[in-house]
């Protein structure tokens, strides 16, 4: 048969032969995956990684991401979603159900208590706030419907480190699973599935690939990591139902920077601990919220879990003295240089963004101390002396004009 040039094209008869070789993996895009015939379509297995079904099922790309995050977070299975909110939303519309309750920390990054207020909340799903850096607190949340507890370190924005080996025991002794948000520790600063000794942790992580394992600030991602098949497979099948997979070509960019995550994670803390501490000294300063710091809320929980590998993210708060005001402080954050007005952390980039903690928490739940105003600083690849300067920079214009 001869071809014409447009369908000689898409049939070309080159395949490249599976012996190349590289330091990084191909990118292989696929909605549609080929059958070598129809016997072979219909044995083929798409749950488990022994073949390809359809791009949404996995490809090579999306399979090595997969084992390699397995792998950095300590567990044995892994889904990719398209953000680390998918992630989040995935879980918990896979194990809530009607008439369950799922605990959050008040600390909880913000946006998953906003989809526990209305769409778990629509599906007929009860949330209760917990207070991450009280046990006792958990223990009273705790009820006979309650089917899932998340757990994050260091909490968003305040940044307080839990007993997060206390909290997975209390939810595993009453048989309630356990889902961490591992975003700020990355695999890194602290095994999520191994906190005591007894080697016991929780029991699914999720971690906004967004971050570190990206790496850029320009790609969105998730995963969801386990270490118990059956539970993996009730993800998979949710994930599958929700269709949400990742494109290839991100895919392949959190895949380019996760050989380096090691490197840039403790770059990013040397520099953070010292530019926290310079702030500690400062007199506009009213605290620095960081928990490698002496001092900063739950400082000896971050001590025990994770002082051995002297770890921590690059992200940390400042609490500005009252007297300051909020305008003030917003004019601070609009003077700074390098650090630029934005959301997100683990680029390259430095970042700045002012809180109003008193809209952001439950009164009845955390006692919030600090009257002034908050702002948080991701720190990114700068020279940290650049960076200290321009913090400095910004500070001068806050003293009184003479
Ligand atoms: C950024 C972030 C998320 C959400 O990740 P996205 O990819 O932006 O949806 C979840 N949890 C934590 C702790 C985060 O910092």
Redesign the pocket.
Known sequence: MTLDIATSLIHHPYRPPADFDAPQPGVHKASTVFFPNVAALEAREWRDKSGYTYGLHGTPTTFILEERLATLEGGLQCLLVP????A?ACVSLSLLQAGDEVLLPDNV?G??KALAEAELKALGIGWRLYDAMDPASLEAALSERTRLVWL?AAG?VTMEFPDLPRLAAICRARGVLSAL?N??GAGLAFDPFRLDEAGQGVDLTIH????YPSGGGDV???SIVTRDEALHMRLKMTHMRLGIGVGANDTEAVLRSLPSIALRYDAQDAAARVLAGWLTDRPEVAAVLHPALAGSPGHAHWQALCGARDRAAGIFSLVFQPSFSRAQVHAFCDALRLFRIGY??GGPISLVVPYDISGMRDPGVTRWSHPGTLVRLCIGLESVEDLRLDLAQALATLAPKR
Do not use: Q, R
């Open positions: 953000s680390g909110l998918a989040i990054y946006p998953s994050e968003s948000d975003t700020w906004a690939l967004t971050k969105l991602m998730g997100s952390w």
